[in-house]
């Protein structure tokens, strides 16, 4: 779940982004749509509690993020959320499961094959688990950063404009991949985007959250 109230952000030379209040059940998809530099990934990173709100009150999976600090912080996002970055930040040098296997020791986990295997079995891209990123194709590479946005279970997935730059059938696919994801995982899904298809692709389903984030006041 993902709730918010009054939530706002100042970067230190900006103007304040002032967010509409949401509530996302668990499980539940969350919309968040506008232009391009209106606070969409200012969003995200309030609730991956990269950013701390300059005012208001954010929680996501029942922890208010107010309260946690920088070191329980990093231990809370390792454990609660999976980010699905606009840039994949594969690291170049390392293999597909290389990749995977360093986001567990990031995180503090001891290497885990059999969730590793897992992971990516389930985003359907095990065969590929020896290559390096530059060897796969852009839907690949985000099939591999979405295994290894969900390899610790997250609670909530943020997705950071999951369609740009692709055609209408990659769209289509990615975003059926994110809401599979997703449903399997129990998890919050938030998709962050100025790209009306995303809108159209979920129009038939029940219950999606949807808000507009309008840009800068003063
Ligand atoms: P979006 O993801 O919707 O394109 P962003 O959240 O990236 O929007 O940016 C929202 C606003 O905050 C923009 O006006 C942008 O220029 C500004 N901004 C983003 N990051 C920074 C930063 N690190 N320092 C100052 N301003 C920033
Ligand atoms: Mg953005």
Redesign the pocket.
């Known amino acids: 779940m993902i709730r918010t109230h009054q939530l706002a952000y100042s ?5 304040t ?1 002032r967010f509409e209040d949401t509530d996302v059940p668990q499980g539940g998809v969350l919309l968040l749509r ?12 309030l609730a991956a509690g990269l950013l701390a709100a300059t005012s208001g009150d954010i929680t996501v999976s029942s922890q208010p993020l107010k309260a946690l600090g920088k070191v329980a912080g990093d231990a809370w996002r390792a454990q609660t959320i999976g980010f699905l970055p606009q840039k994949l930040h594969l690291s170049a040098a390392l293999s597909v499961h290389d990749n995977l296997a360093m986001a567990q020791w990031a995180a503090g986990h001891a290497q885990d094959e059999s969730r590793i295997a897992e992971a990516l079995a389930a985003l359907d891209v095990q065969a590929l688990a020896s290559r390096k990123p530059s060897q796969l194709s852009g839907g690949q590479a985000q099939r591999v950063a979405l295994a290894r946005a969900v390899l610790l279970k997250p609670k909530v997935i943020l997705a ?2 999951p369609t740009a730059s692709l055609d209408d059938d990659s769209a289509a696919a990615s975003l059926a991949l994110l809401r599979a994801t997703a449903l399997r995982e129990g998890a919050t899904l938030v998709i ?1 985007t ?1 790209d009306a298809r995303v809108k159209t692709f979920f129009s038939d389903e029940k219950g999606i959250n949807t808000m507009e ?1 309008g ?2 006041s003063l």
Not at 11 to 15: E, F, Q, S, T
Not at 34 to 45: C, I, N, P
Request: without cysteine; glycine residues 20%.
């Open positions: 970067y230190a030379a900006g103007a982004l506008g232009a391009s530099g209106s606070g969409k990934s200012t969003w995200l990173a950071d404009e962050a100025h984030i840009g800068l």
